[in-house]
């Protein structure tokens, strides 16, 4: 099977699914989601993205009933269903099903849980990107991984007319993230990440790369930088799930980077092998 759907323990085709119309994720987008690459029917990182998954559906309030074994098993089944290949798993939890009021359900309405697998592809790391920077107009809890996308919608929607791959969102001088992905840079020989606070989300992607920097004897540097000290980065780099470290050669039409091309491709190595070990692919 080429893709896969779960609704609520109904599994299928997507095409074939349907959520009820009083679900409050179509209502408030109420719900909290996570997602990750998987390969070999193995999802990368899986334990890190429940983790995260957990700790957005807390922070909101959402009733969700399962552990994270059963969390995790119920996804590696849907993993097992799927043909070979390279696919996103995404799944998420919305705060159930009821009439539509602003606050609240009723105590014990159940949550409800949907998740999908579609073929997807890996960016290849040799692949640049294209940035362009926009004012982060958006809530002040991104560390929670919502469903409340729609400034994000919007922002791609605009990158995609301008002929780029990615935003770099800013508030005021100080540089947060991508519409979808993390930025960071190096500098002076040091990888250099916005804090994880309540600004960015706590990328995986992001995480596994810092630690990789720290195990090449990199050093990290987890503080807030400006667009001015990104513009003057050695390198800027994009990480999501499906771009695991990728370089920025240009930002607002401008030229970025391109100036530790070493320091880069000892982390795209180091990095391509930790993907390739835990899905069970060659180690290049």
Same mark, same amino acid.
């Given at each position: 099977?080429?893709?896969?759907?779960?609704?609520?323990?109904?599994?299928?085709?997507?095409?074939?699914?349907?959520?009820? &119309?009083?679900?409050?994720?179509?209502?408030?987008?109420?719900?909290?989601?996570?997602?990750?690459?998987?390969?070999?029917?193995?999802?990368?990182?899986?334990?890190?993205?429940?983790?995260? %998954? &957990?700790? +957005?559906?807390?922070?909101?309030?959402?009733?969700?009933?399962?552990?994270?074994?059963?969390?995790?098993?119920?996804?590696?089944?849907? !993993?097992?269903?799927?043909?070979?290949?390279?696919?996103?798993?995404?799944?998420?939890?919305?705060?159930?099903?009821?009439?539509?009021?602003?606050?609240?359900?009723?105590?014990?309405?159940?949550?409800?849980?949907?998740?999908?697998?579609?073929? !997807?592809?890996?960016?290849?790391?040799?692949?640049?990107?294209?940035?362009?920077?926009?004012?982060?107009?958006?809530?002040?809890?991104?560390?929670?991984?919502?469903?409340?996308?729609?400034?994000?919608? @919007?922002?791609?929607?605009?990158?995609?007319?301008?002929?780029?791959?990615?935003?770099?969102?800013?508030?005021?001088?100080?540089?947060?993230?991508? &519409?979808? +992905?993390?930025?960071?840079?190096?500098?002076?020989?040091?990888?250099?990440?916005?804090?994880?606070?309540?600004?960015?989300?706590?990328?995986?992607?992001?995480?596994?790369? @810092?630690?990789?920097?720290?195990?090449?004897?990199?050093?990290?540097?987890?503080?807030? %930088?400006?667009?001015?000290?990104?513009?003057?980065?050695?390198?800027?780099?994009?990480?999501? +799930? +499906?771009?695991?470290?990728?370089?920025?050669?240009?930002?607002?039409?401008?030229?970025?980077?391109?100036?530790?091309?070493?320091?880069?491709?000892?982390?795209?190595?180091?990095?391509?092998?930790?993907?390739?070990?835990?899905?069970?692919?060659?180690?290049?």
């Amino acid at each position: 099977m080429k893709s896969l759907g779960y609704y609520n323990g109904k599994i299928g085709p997507v095409e074939e699914l349907t959520v009820p &119309f009083t679900d409050r994720g179509l209502y408030f987008g109420d719900g909290v989601y996570d997602a990750t690459c998987a390969a070999n029917h193995i999802p990368f990182a899986l334990d890190d993205h429940i983790d995260r %998954f &957990f700790n +957005s559906f807390q922070a909101v309030r959402i009733p969700f009933a399962m552990s994270k074994q059963e969390l995790r098993d119920l996804l590696l089944d849907l !993993c097992a269903r799927v043909d070979d290949g390279v696919y996103l798993l995404y799944w998420h939890t919305t705060r159930g099903c009821a009439a539509r009021g602003h606050a609240f359900p009723p105590e014990g309405t159940p949550a409800n849980l949907l998740a999908y697998l579609a073929p !997807c592809e890996m960016t290849p790391l040799t692949q640049t990107m294209k940035l362009m920077t926009a004012e982060d107009l958006r809530h002040h809890m991104l560390h929670v991984k919502t469903l409340n996308l729609l400034p994000n919608v @919007l922002t791609a929607q605009q990158t995609k007319e301008n002929g780029c791959d990615e935003v770099v969102y800013h508030r005021g001088d100080r540089v947060t993230e991508g &519409f979808h +992905s993390n930025i960071l840079m190096l500098k002076d020989g040091a990888l250099c990440s916005p804090p994880a606070d309540n600004l960015i989300l706590p990328g995986i992607t992001r995480k596994h790369l @810092l630690e990789i920097a720290r195990q090449l004897s990199i050093p990290v540097k987890e503080e807030p %930088f400006t667009l001015a000290e990104l513009m003057e980065a050695d390198e800027v780099l994009v990480t999501n +799930s +499906s771009s695991l470290c990728n370089v920025a050669t240009e930002i607002d039409g401008k030229p970025v980077g391109g100036k530790a091309p070493l320091l880069l491709r000892s982390l795209q190595q180091a990095y391509a092998q930790r993907f390739n070990r835990e899905v069970g692919l060659p180690i290049l």
